[in-house]
């Protein structure tokens, strides 16, 4: 199992950038597929991005398409979700959550992080 801790979220005004990042801790994180989810008030959770555990299979939820972009690193146990062109649309509690192994697309995932706010202000 690893343990995910997101971090970055905050209050920006529409058309700004903010970078998330999600810190796993334990054992072969490089061994699992990221995801990064999201959900607003009222709203049911929803996808947003995801990565492969090699980083060759990268998938985008429409609403986010050419504005997010996720990405590994941090010395293999960092995923971390840039986002541009933000809108007040976009204001959620931001997650990410991992599944073991090389499966693409990754359907379910296993563990999730405690998420961090995005507010945008219009």
């Known amino acids: 199992q690893v343990q995910l801790v997101e971090s970055g979220g905050g209050l920006v005004q529409a058309g700004g950038s903010l970078r998330l990042s999600c810190t796993a801790s334990?054992?072969?994180?490089?061994?699992?597929?990221m995801g990064w989810f999201r959900q607003a008030p009222g709203k049911e959770r929803e996808f947003v991005a995801a990565?492969?555990?090699?980083?060759?299979?990268?998938d985008y939820a429409d609403s986010v398409k050419g504005r997010f972009t996720v990405s590994r690193g941090g010395a293999g146990n960092t995923v971390y979700l840039q986002m541009n062109s933000l809108k007040p649309d976009d204001t959620a509690v931001y997650y990410c959550a991992a599944r073991y192994g090389s499966n693409w697309p990754v359907y379910t995932y296993d563990q999730w992080g405690r998420g961090t706010q995005v507010t945008v202000s219009s």
């Open positions: 334990g054992r072969a994180f490089s061994s699992y597929a």
């Open positions: 990565i492969s555990w090699s980083g060759g299979n990268i």
